[in-house]
């Protein structure tokens, strides 16, 4: 059995396709919406709770040989949910404790970043067995613009359009967490999962119109702008200023790192953006 924390998510919905036996996954979801499409996929144990109750998360951890932790995006309790986790794992004896965490843990400079490398730090010193995956930005990021851009020929970031990334494929991410799960061989070990050499969004929309065959071009969004539409959607303010800081981050720095761990770990070469493009495409054009 596995459980897998945040399962109601995008990541957490992902694994659960790229996992052979859905019915070996205990998933563990906030809401009874996310449970019921969680069965719909397959799952036959489901917890619908808050990570942050104790009781929840022993119930959730009975029986489970491996522990798949996904923290809700921007969560300002993401180091107690972790040390929480821990405890029960310890207690019950989980064999195999994997953290979903994000490339470049270590820039104090984004909040939400740092708090994972507090948590990678309480894992190394929980004496359980572990592996930490820290992905890129995933591709699929660019699908909530999607409109924007193939139907006004725009990406809009928050940020500087010419700061340099490594995305990764979701799907690609999915599929390492299941040889990390499934196969032998990969406790005690870091990986980063970038999926691509560093690329701007300039030289994204680039892609875009070579592969579709148009013109698209990358602008960059005032961050007021970004903040009044956020607020408007009803994001925490805690998400609002850490986001920010983040772009802020972005605009300096970007996040750049390597494919060659994610080329090692899936034995083949990870999604190129062309191809993301491609599906990404066909997914939308079935869709309407």
């Not at 897998?4 to 694994?15: I, N, Q, V, Y």
């Not at 808050?50 to 309790?77: F, K, S, T």
């Not at 107690?80 to 989980?94: P, T």
Request: proline share 5%.
């Amino acid at each position: 059995m596995i459980l897998l924390t945040g399962a109601g998510g995008k990541t957490g919905r992902a694994l659960i396709k790229a996992l052979p036996t859905p019915e070996s996954i205990c998933a563990f979801v906030h809401h009874d919406e996310q449970a019921v499409i969680a069965k719909a996929q397959g799952i036959e144990r489901v917890v619908v709770g808050d990570l942050r109750d104790e009781v929840a998360v022993r119930a959730a951890m009975q029986g489970v040989r491996a522990l798949y932790h996904i923290c809700p995006n921007m969560n300002p309790d993401e180091a107690e949910i972790g040390r929480l986790l821990i405890g029960a794992a310890r207690e019950f004896g989980v064999e195999h404790f994997v953290y979903h965490s994000v490339l470049h843990p270590q820039t104090e400079k984004m909040n939400h970043h740092w708090q994972k490398l507090r948590l990678e730090e309480a894992i190394l010193e929980s004496g359980l067995a572990f592996t930490i995956l820290q992905p890129g930005p995933y591709m699929q990021n660019l699908l909530g613009g999607w409109h924007s851009i193939v139907e006004d020929g725009v990406l809009r970031v928050p940020y500087s359009v010419d700061s340099r990334f490594s995305f990764v494929d979701l799907d690609d991410v999915a599929e390492a967490a299941r040889i990390v799960l499934t196969e032998p061989g990969h406790s005690y070990a870091t990986y980063e999962l970038a999926g691509t050499s560093p690329i701007s969004h300039v030289e994204v929309t680039a892609i875009f119109s070579r592969v579709l065959n148009d013109d698209f071009r990358a602008e960059k969004e005032d961050i007021p702008a970004w903040r009044t539409r956020a607020q408007r959607s009803g994001m925490s303010a805690y998400a609002v200023e850490n986001l920010i800081r983040m772009f802020e981050y972005y605009d300096s720095w970007g996040l750049a790192g390597n494919p060659n761990v994610l080329r090692w770990v899936l034995k083949r070469e990870p999604t190129t953006f062309e191809s993301f493009i491609r599906r990404a495409t066909r997914d939308h054009e079935t869709d309407h």
